[in-house]
Structure formats: C-alpha cells, structure tokens
C-alpha cells in the first residue's frame, strides 16, 4: 500500500473555494498518484452558505470524507475535529505518513506537500509552509495586514521561541503521526481553547511542549484566489493574540 496524506479542511461558507481547491488535489494526485496518495477531509462548521450541497455534488478523483457541524464551533471547533480524526486515523490499522491543515478557503495549494513530505521523512515533526522564508510570496493580502502578521509573529517569536519556526499563524502545515498521537493523548479532545484565528499559535505552542521539532518551507499565500468575504474577525483576532502571547509569556 502506498503512503498517503490525510488532509483537513475547516470550512465556513466555502461553496465557491471547494470546487477549485479539489480540483487542485486532482491534481496532486495526478501527478503523484505512483507514489503517494492525498486524502481529504472536509469539516463543514453549520455554513449558511451552499457548502454542504456543493461537497455532496463535488465530482472529483481525490477520496474524501465528509463532516459536518450540527452547530458552528468556530476554527477552533474545526481543528479539535481534525486532530481528533487524525489521531483515529493515526492509531487505526493503516495510519497516514502524515497529517496536514489547510485553509478550505483556496488561497493554499496542495502541490506544496510534495516538498513538505521529505521533512516528515526526514524526521521533523511539524512542517510548516512560511510566508517568511526566502522564495516565499503573498499575494492579495493588504499590506497592513501583512505588517500586522509579521509583528505578532515577532512578538511570538521573542516570548516563546520555536527553533525552526518564523511563521507562527499560518494554517498551512503538515503532522507527524507520532506528534498527533502525544498532543491528543497530553490535552483530550479540545486541544485547543482559543477562540480566534490565534488557535493556530495555540497548537503549534502546545506540540513544542510536546517535543515538536520544527522546520518550515516556502510557499506562496494565493489569497486573491480566494473568494468570498474574510472569515478573519479584526478586533477578536487581536484580543485573541495579546491574550495568547500573555499565556505563551507565562508559559
């Protein structure tokens, strides 16, 4: 049996981005398909939107789970399903090589696991694809916004630094099995706690106490591809962050 990827994507009103995103994962596999396989799972969190209709109807190569939300739990509802399905996955009888995030929103692509793959390989346990690495590039994201990012990824950095690590946000990265299974088994199904799109720094906080080694990629944010209105809520983003590095500070 070749190896595969297992991949979730959190989703909130995401009828427009899924179609083209699979399509990307088609292919990935296409490419790769001899190899190694990627598999996805999408986690619908109660969209208002066409979501559930368009999964239902998506005609597409890749194989994909579907879960649904009978209630919205927000991202951090979305990753404590993921990392929960993973570890299933990563204790069942053909675990994964790897377990991967991704924004469902289409402003990241699949092709980027085939260079993330080889640091799996070669023993990392979290890689994550960096908007801060040389050959990386961002595309459609407000200029603020980007200052924003990189001066709380500095703070982060300052306060509880990751070796290995500059991107401290990004959704976009790929698991060990072995990291999956320490985390769940440390902190039970609710990984993570944090209300707000500071989730992300939460998880990656909280598999270094785990004994994470890290290492990051280049990649390039398609942000303009996305489409639809941004799901990232200013002022809860903030409040989360601040409140985030007081912990990380502390910790």
């Not at 793959?117 to 801060?132: C, K, L, N, Q, T």
């Not at 609710?190 to 270094?208: D, I, N």
Request: charged share 25%; with cysteine; net charge positive.
């Amino acid at each position: 049996m070749k190896p595969y990827i297992l991949v979730a994507l959190p989703c909130y009103n995401e009828a427009e981005n899924l179609p083209p995103l699979m399509e990307n994962f088609d292919k990935l596999n296409a490419l790769h398909g001899n190899s190694f396989e990627t598999r996805v799972i999408i986690i619908n969190d109660c969209s208002k939107d066409d979501t559930d209709e368009v999964v239902k109807n998506l005609k597409c190569n890749t194989k994909f789970e579907y879960v649904k939300h009978e209630v919205n739990k927000g991202l951090t509802g979305g990753i404590n399903t993921a990392l929960n399905l993973f570890n299933s996955a990563c204790n069942s009888e053909t675990p994964p090589f790897a377990c991967g995030l991704m924004d469902g929103d289409n402003s990241h692509h699949p092709i980027n696991f085939e260079r993330m793959m080889p640091r799996i390989a070669e023993g990392y346990d979290i890689v994550v694809a960096s908007r801060y690495r040389p050959g990386s590039r961002i595309e459609g994201v407000a200029w603020w916004r980007q200052i924003l990012s990189a001066g709380l990824g500095l703070l982060f950095k300052l306060l509880r630094n990751i070796p290995g690590v500059k991107d401290y946000s990004c959704g976009y990265r790929l698991y060990s099995p072995n990291i999956i299974k320490k985390v769940v088994s440390k902190y039970g199904p609710e990984v993570v706690l944090e209300k707000s799109f500071a989730s992300m720094v939460e998880v990656l906080v909280k598999c270094h106490n785990e004994g994470a080694i890290c290492t990051e990629v280049p990649f390039l944010l398609r942000y303009d591809l996305k489409l639809g209105e941004s799901k990232m809520p200013f002022k809860k983003t903030i409040v989360g962050n601040l409140r985030l590095l007081s912990a990380v500070r502390k910790s």
